[in-house]
């Protein structure tokens, strides 16, 4: 599975944006996805995950209520809807895709996206 994502960009505090991942190769076996985020000299965190069938999600504290995770299968895509930024979620942004293999757990991830916001 290989994972593109875009979206990303310098936006004011307050303001929106939405990261893309496109996922192509065995898209079939992926079971879960998700979004973290890392900044210098800190370990990468989790910032959503969705389910393959994008029937459960769960969220960072620190973005409940301002993200929103989705996904659209037909396309092969997740989304991470942003809202209501703040300077602290500047970071790089990467997805993250685990699947199934014959009986092998696997995960792949993108090269990511930079968000910078400013106050």
């Known amino acids: 599975v290989q994972l593109v994502e875009s979206g990303g960009g310098l936006v004011q505090a307050g303001g929106s944006l939405r990261l893309s991942c496109i996922a192509s190769g065995s898209t079939f076996s992926i079971n879960a996805m998700g979004w973290y985020r890392q900044t210098p000299g800190k370990q990468r965190e989790l910032v959503a995950v969705?389910?393959?069938?994008?029937?459960?999600?769960n969220y960072a504290d620190s973005v409940k209520g301002r993200f929103t995770i989705s996904r659209d299968n037909a396309k092969d895509t997740m989304y991470l809807q942003m809202n209501s930024l703040k300077p602290e979620d500047t970071a790089m942004y990467f997805c993250?895709?685990?699947?199934?293999?014959?009986?092998?757990?696997?995960?792949?991830w993108g090269q990511g996206t930079q968000v910078t916001v400013s106050s």
């Open positions: 993250n895709a685990r699947y199934q293999i014959l009986l092998s757990q696997r995960e792949s």
């Open positions: 969705i389910t393959s069938g994008g029937g459960r999600t």
